[in-house]
């Protein structure tokens, strides 16, 4: 009985712990309004954290890689022989991760001129129409993903011995949590409508 109510406690207090190591790097909050308050909420914030720290690991890794290489090939005419399957590796990976960073803060690339000047409701509307059509393309890919990575996994890197398959490997991965973070946005995207309710409301 004790046991079922302290891992509960150590789980939260895990997750404090994330929340409070990523803190100073970043704004894991970014748009959002107040702190979390739940279980659901830490975890929400430690997987953006650790998504926004291993997205900028592999931006230092691939610039790293990619001066070794041009120095290598310029200063010592003696480039690796991977110095061009690693940093396409690595880019492919860093790609996908911050893409599901940017969809997790609402930062992709949108034109809002004509969204915002319709009214609450048929912005509203809208915007779940595209939600919808955004979910439903990468529920595709995310299922098609992995024909493409059984093909590849038949073949390997000339210059590493590795499989082709690894840079497949973050299409499900990334495709699994944008469609987790769109979810979010649905969930601002109407809390947004209420605000904008509330405030006509107040103003008649």
């Not at 110095?83 to 492919?92: K, L, Q």
């Not at 001129?113 to 409701?121: A, G, Q, T, V």
């Not at 595709?140 to 038949?154: A, E, K, T």
Request: net charge positive; glycine share 4%.
């Amino acid at each position: 009985m004790t046991q079922r109510n302290t891992l509960p406690v150590q789980i939260d207090l895990a997750l404090d712990w994330v929340n409070r190591a990523f803190a100073p790097l970043i704004e894991a909050y970014q748009g959002d309004q107040g702190a979390p308050s739940g279980t659901l909420d830490r975890i929400d914030r430690a997987i953006d954290g650790m998504l926004y720290i291993l997205s900028a690991m592999l931006v230092i890794a691939m610039s790293a890689v990619i001066c070794y290489c041009i120095f290598t090939r310029y200063a010592m005419n003696q480039p690796p022989l991977w110095s061009e399957d690693v940093p396409m590796v690595i880019f492919v990976w860093m790609t996908f991760i911050a893409l599901a960073v940017a969809t997790r803060r609402g930062e992709n690339i949108r034109v809002t001129y004509f969204i915002e000047k319709l009214s609450p409701l048929n912005r509203l509307v809208l915007e779940l129409v595209m939600h919808a059509l955004v979910i439903a393309m990468m529920a595709l890919i995310f299922w098609y993903s992995f024909d493409v990575i059984r093909l590849q996994l038949r073949g390997t890197m000339l210059s590493t011995g590795w499989s082709k398959a690894v840079i497949w490997f973050p299409l499900p991965l990334g495709m699994a949590l944008m469609t987790l973070f769109q979810f979010k946005l649905v969930r601002r995207t109407v809390q947004g409508y209420h605000r904008a309710i509330s405030a006509v409301g107040e103003r008649i």
